[in-house]
């Protein structure tokens, strides 16, 4: 780490912006505490009922997700097939799949007005109590979104087993048992724990998807009694508790993974199988997979046909429809460009400091949205607003911007920190003995290596700004509407069609922008390359 020259103006620009997140976060805190403190009377919220209820539904989300994970990437392992690597990248695409967007989708199927119910109806002139309501639902999308996730990540371990093990395995004759016991399973097993506290986290943290489909108070998430604490009840003393609380579970639960094997990103392509197994294990494997993809896209696919069907026309003539498509692209672009800026300063920094302690320092706070997720965070940031008498029309903007990219930063970070850390490593002595400056080494080195790597951060910044409800829930007014909240609106006033319009608009929005932009910036840095 020690081979490239001393970059001063890198280190203090990642220590003054680490401080400024870390300013950012203590002061929503202290505005939660103080609230906390000031605030008189009592709150009707059972938090620890709605503790013990995240808690059993996060835990159920975490073990059927990974058993799902499990069992997807062993599949996809073995199985050679024409289409295998758009079957990868449609896993790879659950990361940026707005939640509200799979609980419409299933909203769609399994509704009491869904697919299965009118097939039924026509057919067999009867229907089946809607399983989209409720735990049931909840766990549902949560598996969708959160397995294929899994699966992804669990598939690049597996790519990861070294070819002469493989040809060992092979020439032994394993069987598919002892192939996955002896060869698979030590592949895997080091990466659930982490991979575990992630899912968790997601799920406790979890706000569009029980909005949607929780069915009332029973299947609350701590974040959702936030929201209806300070918007439907304005009971800002039980709004407060329940985000003390939130953020102890949270600290707790990233205190526990962060003695765990990190989770390393796999969104690239997987390699060719080279193993294949028994016919009779090979149709299992097909099951697997055939019923994985068809669980995952069935609900992408009825957003689609009916948004696109239906209530799209009616959607694009409204005025409100273009201004808030034009306030999320343009919130949308802002963040991905501040989370940009943000993460490669920091990045940056942190790959110019060879001592690990202050490599910990540096990075920190960009993950500090683990510990205070969205609600929590827009909840401090309307305290601290209403305490300052600022307009809600002037600050939302500001705040729902800066809210978003310090949501995507641990993402970022993710995504960035890693190739800087390797361009030290590998070119650090080449940089050093050509005497390159801060810039031309940027200009000429790592701008070029991680093309693909910023349109990828970029990609993931924009689609999860595009796709938010948490921040917007708290500061959207009439004037100030993205499409999330407009979704979400149309859903509260019974307009079906409106929201299945939107929902398929913003699922072809964050599709698109995941697979141009990485291409697009990976294209632009091989030039400046050559």
Not at 157 to 171: F, I, N
Not at 322 to 345: D, E, K, M, P, R
């Amino acid at each position: 780490m020690n081979s490239l020259p001393f970059r001063p103006y890198r280190i203090a620009g990642a220590a003054l912006l680490a401080l400024a997140v870390a300013g950012l976060i203590v002061s929503v805190l202290l505005a939660i505490a103080a609230a906390a403190d000031d605030a008189g009377g009592t709150s009707r919220v059972d938090i620890w009922h709605l503790v013990r209820m995240t808690s059993v539904q996060a835990g159920l989300t975490t073990v059927l997700s990974l058993t799902v994970g499990v069992a997807v990437a062993w599949s996809l392992s073995r199985l050679r097939f024409v289409g295998r690597n758009l079957v990868v990248a449609l896993f790879a695409s659950a990361i940026v799949t707005p939640g509200m967007v799979v609980a419409f989708g299933i909203l769609s199927i399994w509704g009491r007005n869904g697919w299965i119910n009118q097939t039924l109806q026509s057919l067999f002139g009867f229907t089946l109590d809607s399983p989209a309501y409720g735990l049931s639902g909840i766990l549902l999308a949560h598996v969708i979104l959160d397995g294929a996730f899994a699966a992804r990540i669990l598939l690049a371990r597996l790519d990861a087993v070294p070819t002469t093990r493989l040809k060992v395995g092979q020439s032994l004759g394993l069987s598919a048992w002892t192939r996955f016991r002896l060869i698979d399973w030590p592949a895997l097993k080091g990466s659930l724990p982490g991979l575990g506290a992630i899912i968790f986290l997601l799920a406790f943290t979890s706000f569009p998807i029980v909005l949607l489909l929780g069915g009332g108070p029973a299947n609350q998430t701590l974040e959702v009694a936030i929201y209806s604490a300070v918007r439907l009840n304005f009971d800002l003393v039980g709004a407060v508790w329940l985000a003390v609380t939130q953020i102890g579970v949270c600290a707790v639960i990233i205190i526990l993974a962060s003695a765990f094997a990190p989770v390393p990103a796999a969104l690239g392509l997987s390699a060719q199988p080279r193993w294949q197994d028994s016919i009779g294990v090979r149709v299992v494997q097909w099951a697997i997979l055939l019923t994985a993809a068809i669980g995952f896209a069935l609900p992408l696919v009825s957003v689609l046909w009916d948004g696109l069907a239906t209530g799209l026309p009616r959607v694009l003539e409204q005025p409100k429809f273009w201004q808030a498509s034009a306030t999320s692209l343009i919130i949308g672009a802002a963040s991905a460009v501040l989370t940009l800026v943000f993460a490669l300063i920091i990045a940056l920094g942190r790959a110019a400091v060879a001592n690990p302690i202050w490599r910990t320092i540096l990075g920190a706070p960009a993950y500090a949205y683990l510990a205070v997720p969205a609600v929590v965070l827009s909840l401090g940031f309307f305290l601290i607003v209403r305490t300052l008498g600022l307009g809600i029309n002037f600050a939302a903007p500001i705040v729902v911007i800066v809210a978003n990219s310090l949501l995507a930063l641990p993402f970022a970070m993710a995504t960035l920190g890693p190739p800087l850390d390797g361009i030290v490593r590998n070119r650090g002595k080449l940089i050093r003995s050509l005497g390159m400056g801060g810039w031309r080494q940027f200009a000429a080195v790592e701008y070029p290596l991680l093309g693909r790597d910023i349109g990828l951060m970029l990609a993931l910044a924009f689609c999860f700004s595009l796709g938010d409800l948490g921040v917007i829930a708290l500061f959207g007014t009439q004037d100030f509407e993205t499409l999330p909240l407009m979704m979400f609106r149309a859903l509260g006033a019974y307009r079906s069609n409106d929201a299945a319009a939107i929902a398929a608009l913003l699922l072809i929005g964050t599709i698109l922008a995941f697979i141009v932009l990485p291409r697009a910036l990976e294209r632009i840095a091989h030039a400046h390359r050559h």
